[in-house]
C-alpha cells in the first residue's frame, strides 16, 4: 500500500498570503496518478488538480501542482476567503487507492 | 453536464446492512467505473472499493472483504454499494465518484449511514 504524508497537518495563513502544501509517498507515484482535491464542511471533495499539475475544468489559476517521484506540492499563490479548507492529495497508480490524511488551511 | 445523486441518510443498528445507492446521468455509465470511499466524523478519506462500469468487476478494499458488496443497474445508469454486519465504526459519509484513469472528477452528495443501537 502507497502511504501518504501529508505537511503540515495545519497552515495558519493571512488572505492574499501563499500557500505550499506537501505530501510525501512511501514510493514512486507517476505524475500521472496524482491528484489534489479541496474539501469544505459538509461537501464532498472537489477535484483541483489531476496529473500532479493540471488543473481541473473550471480551477482558477491561483492553484498550481507540482512534484515527482515521491515529493508533489500544491501551491495556492494568493489565498483567498474561499481557499480556506483541508486539502488532501491522492494516489491512484496502486490498488488501494489511498489518500493523505490532509491539510488544513485555516485563517490566521 | 454529469451528475451522481446518492439516497438519502440511513440509521442502522449493529448487526445489520445498508445499500447505498448512486444515480448517474450526463454520461456512458458503461464506459466508467464507480469508487466508494467513506469518511468518518472528523476523519479522512478511506476508499472503499471499486466496481467496472464496463464488465462488472470489483476491487475491494482489504479490510471490507466478506461484508462488502458493489453492484449496479445499467438500466438506471445506478451503481450500488451494500455494506453487511455493520458496526459502530462504520458511521460515516459514504460518496461515490466515477472513476477517471488519472483522478475522481465527478462526486456524489454523500449519504451518511449512522450505526447505532
Same mark, same amino acid.
Given at each position: 500500500?502507497?502511504?501518504?504524508?501529508?505537511?503540515?497537518?495545519?497552515?495558519?495563513?493571512?488572505?492574499?498570503?501563499?500557500?505550499?502544501?506537501?505530501?510525501?509517498?512511501?514510493?514512486?507515484?507517476?505524475?500521472?496518478?496524482?491528484?489534489?482535491?479541496?474539501?469544505?464542511?459538509?461537501?464532498?471533495?472537489?477535484?483541483?488538480?489531476?496529473?500532479?499539475?493540471?488543473?481541473?475544468?473550471?480551477?482558477?489559476?491561483?492553484?498550481?501542482?507540482?512534484?515527482?517521484?515521491?515529493?508533489?506540492?500544491?501551491?495556492?499563490?494568493?489565498?483567498?476567503?474561499?481557499?480556506?479548507?483541508?486539502?488532501?492529495?491522492?494516489?491512484?497508480?496502486?490498488?488501494?487507492?489511498?489518500?493523505?490524511?490532509?491539510?488544513?488551511?485555516?485563517?490566521? | 453536464?454529469?451528475?451522481?445523486?446518492?439516497?438519502?441518510?440511513?440509521?442502522?443498528?449493529?448487526?445489520?446492512?445498508?445499500?447505498?445507492?448512486?444515480?448517474?446521468?450526463?454520461?456512458?455509465?458503461? *464506459?466508467?467505473?464507480?469508487?466508494?470511499?467513506?469518511? =468518518?466524523?472528523?476523519?479522512?478519506?478511506? %476508499?472503499?472499493? +471499486?466496481?467496472? @462500469?464496463?464488465?462488472?468487476?470489483?476491487?475491494?478494499?482489504?479490510?471490507?472483504?466478506?461484508?462488502?458488496?458493489?453492484?449496479?443497474?445499467?438500466?438506471?445508469?445506478?451503481?450500488?454499494?451494500?455494506?453487511?454486519?455493520?458496526? *459502530?465504526?462504520?458511521?460515516?459519509?459514504?460518496?461515490? =465518484?466515477?472513476?477517471?484513469?488519472?483522478? %475522481?472528477?465527478? +462526486?456524489?452528495? @454523500?449519504?451518511?449511514?449512522?450505526?447505532?443501537?
Amino acid at each position: 500500500e502507497i502511504v501518504l504524508t501529508q505537511s503540515p497537518g495545519t497552515l495558519s495563513l493571512s488572505p492574499g498570503e501563499r500557500a505550499t502544501l506537501s505530501c510525501r509517498a512511501s514510493q514512486t507515484v507517476s505524475t500521472t496518478y496524482l491528484a489534489w482535491y479541496q474539501q469544505k464542511p459538509g461537501q464532498a471533495p472537489r477535484l483541483l488538480v489531476y496529473g500532479t499539475s493540471n488543473r481541473a475544468p473550471g480551477i482558477p489559476d491561483r492553484f498550481s501542482g507540482s512534484g515527482s517521484g515521491t515529493d508533489f506540492t500544491l501551491t495556492i499563490s494568493r489565498l483567498e476567503p474561499e481557499d480556506f479548507a483541508v486539502y488532501y492529495c491522492q494516489q491512484i497508480q496502486t490498488s488501494p487507492r489511498t489518500f493523505g490524511q490532509g491539510t488544513k488551511v485555516e485563517i490566521k | 453536464q454529469v451528475q451522481l445523486v446518492q439516497s438519502g441518510p440511513e440509521v442502522k443498528k449493529p448487526g445489520a446492512s445498508v445499500k447505498v445507492s448512486c444515480k448517474t446521468s450526463g454520461y456512458t455509465f458503461t *464506459s466508467y467505473g464507480i469508487s466508494w470511499l467513506r469518511q =468518518a466524523p472528523g476523519q479522512g478519506l478511506e %476508499w472503499v472499493g +471499486w466496481r467496472s @462500469g464496463y464488465n462488472g468487476n470489483t476491487n475491494y478494499a482489504q479490510k471490507f472483504q466478506g461484508r462488502l458488496t458493489m453492484t449496479a443497474d445499467t438500466s438506471t445508469s445506478t451503481a450500488y454499494m451494500e455494506l453487511s454486519s455493520l458496526r *459502530s465504526d462504520d458511521t460515516a459519509v459514504y460518496y461515490c =465518484a466515477r472513476a477517471d484513469k488519472s483522478a %475522481w472528477f465527478f +462526486w456524489g452528495q @454523500g449519504t451518511l449511514v449512522t450505526v447505532s443501537s
